[in-house]
C-alpha cells in the first residue's frame, strides 16, 4: 500500500492546545512531506514561522467555525490569513447560504489569494440531515469554487457517506478535501478511492509513521 503524503492534510485545530503544545506538534510533523498542515487563524503565522525550509503548506478557515459574518469581515480574515502566510484557505459557507451568496462570495474573495492556491469554500457536513446534503448538491454544482472542504473530526461512515454524494455534484472539476478524525490506513486508501482529492486527519502524530513506514 502506498500513499501520498503529499495528498494529507494534518488538521491541528483544537482550540484547547497550549503555545508548547502546538510547537511540539508542529516541529514533530514537519518531518513527514504532508501536503499541508490546517490551523486556527490566530496560529497561521506562528505555523509558517516554525515550517520555514520545508515544503509544507499552512492551511486554515475564514470566519470559522459558523461562517455568519459578513462579507467585509470574511474579506478582512481572508486577505490577513494570506498575509501571515497561509497558502491553503477555506472560506466557511453555512450550507443555506450557497445557493444565494455562494458565488458572489467567490467573486468578492478570490483575488486576495494573491497568486496563491485557489481559494476554497468550507462545508461544516457534520451535523448536516440527509435531506439537507442531497439540496446541496445543486448548490455545489452551480459554484464557481473549485476546492471544498468537508466536515472537521468526521467518523470514517460520515466521510464515505459525505463523498458518495457530494461527488455527483462534479459538473466541473471539484476537488474535495474530507476531515476525518481518526483514520486508519485502510480508510485514508478507502476515502481516496471513494473520490477525494485530499484527506485532512486528525491523528497525524499515530498514523504518519505508520504511512512513512509501509512507503
Known amino acids: 500500500m502506498e500513499l501520498r503524503l503529499q495528498k494529507l492534510s494534518?488538521?491541528?485545530?483544537?482550540?484547547?492546545?497550549?503555545?508548547?503544545?502546538?510547537t511540539e506538534e508542529i516541529l514533530f510533523l514537519k518531518e513527514f512531506p504532508v501536503g499541508s498542515i490546517f490551523v486556527l487563524?490566530?496560529?497561521?503565522?506562528r505555523a509558517k514561522q516554525l515550517l520555514n525550509g520545508t515544503i509544507i503548506q499552512v492551511g486554515s478557515f475564514v470566519d470559522f467555525p459558523l461562517g455568519r459574518g459578513t462579507l467585509a469581515k470574511?474579506?478582512?480574515?481572508?486577505?490577513?490569513?494570506?498575509?501571515?502566510?497561509?497558502?491553503?484557505?477555506f472560506v466557511t459557507m453555512?450550507?443555506?447560504?450557497?445557493?444565494s451568496y455562494g458565488?458572489?462570495?467567490?467573486q468578492a474573495l478570490a483575488p486576495l489569494a494573491f497568486g496563491r492556491n485557489a481559494l476554497g469554500?468550507?462545508?461544516?457536513?457534520?451535523?448536516?440531515?440527509?435531506?439537507?446534503?442531497?439540496?446541496?448538491?445543486?448548490?455545489i454544482a452551480e459554484l464557481n469554487v473549485s476546492r471544498i472542504s468537508l466536515g472537521i473530526d468526521l467518523t470514517m461512515?460520515?466521510?464515505?457517506?459525505?463523498m458518495s454524494i457530494f461527488r455527483t455534484a462534479r459538473r466541473k472539476k471539484i476537488n474535495f478535501q474530507v476531515n476525518v478524525k481518526a483514520p486508519t490506513l485502510l480508510e485514508i486508501e478507502l476515502l481516496f478511492?471513494?473520490?477525494?482529492?485530499q484527506i485532512g486527519i486528525g491523528n497525524g502524530r499515530e498514523i504518519l509513521p505508520l504511512i512513512s513506514k509501509w512507503n
Open 121 to 139: 469554500f468550507f462545508i461544516d457536513s457534520s451535523n448536516l440531515t440527509d435531506n439537507q446534503k442531497q439540496a446541496l448538491i445543486m448548490d
Open 193 to 197: 478511492q471513494a473520490g477525494a482529492s
Open 157 to 162: 461512515e460520515q466521510a464515505i457517506y459525505d
Open 10 to 22: 494534518v488538521m491541528l485545530t483544537d482550540p484547547a492546545f497550549t503555545d508548547q503544545q502546538f
Open 74 to 89: 470574511k474579506a478582512f480574515e481572508t486577505g490577513q490569513l494570506y498575509r501571515d502566510g497561509a497558502s491553503d484557505v
Open 41 to 45: 487563524p490566530h496560529n497561521v503565522a
Open 94 to 99: 453555512p450550507p443555506e447560504q450557497l445557493n
Open 103 to 106: 458565488n458572489q462570495n467567490y
